[in-house]
């Protein structure tokens, strides 16, 4: 019988975002970093709540980030910013041994790339029990505040780690940070967002862009049944 699983035994370097990637999206972190960058903007700039909001979404679509718009425009501290936005609670997540044993068993480089900060990337990675399972993390202010998607932030992130690309895959929920990392030649895992919680750089279930050469529903579920340069002689 031949072997139907998916073949990542090319793959020496196994890059993944953070936020709703490592975890569900229906976990509530997002919302509450969502809620405190909404906040900051309205105490930063004297707005109100509303006016706020929209500031902050337009400034999300226009410059990738909502702190890039305000690094534009406002000159604002970066990190007080950063401080700020990643002061939640990451205690309504729950460890995840299943995806912790998938993980470990993964064959070369793991590393996390994230828009958010390093204190924020630490802080879950360790609610999740996932935090001794990578070898670094790039954060934002490791991209000089350049984020993902644009192509800069990645050109540092690839030179930092003199990464193979044709021998790398980039698991995300973000279906336009996905398009640069292909346009570059990763390998691209989109983990689509549960019903209900998509938004408007996300997927749903069921949905599968052109760029994404796997699109897949459980982050977990997928590492379990891919090939590997372990696994791939194991009988399936």
Known sequence: MSDTRPDLTHIS???????????????????????????FVAQFLDLPHTEAREVQKHYWRTYGTTLNGLMEHHGVDQRAFMDFVHDIDASVIDPDHTLADRIAALPGTRLVYTNGSLRHAENVLGRLGLDHLFDDIFDVEAADFTPKPHREGFD?????????????????????????????????????????DRDEESAGPGEHPDHVHYAVDCLSTFLGDIRTKTSKDEPS
């Open 156 to 196: 540092r992130f690839t030179r930092r780690f003199n990464l193979p690309i044709p021998q790398s895959v980039f698991f995300e929920d973000s279906v336009r940070n996905l398009k640069t990392a292909h346009e570059l030649g990763f390998t691209t895992v989109l983990v689509r967002a549960k019903e209900g």
């Open 13 to 39: 370097h196994w890059v993944f975002d953070l936020d709703n990637t490592l975890y569900p999206s229906d976990a509530p972190i997002m919302s509450q970093v969502d809620r405190r960058m909404t906040e």
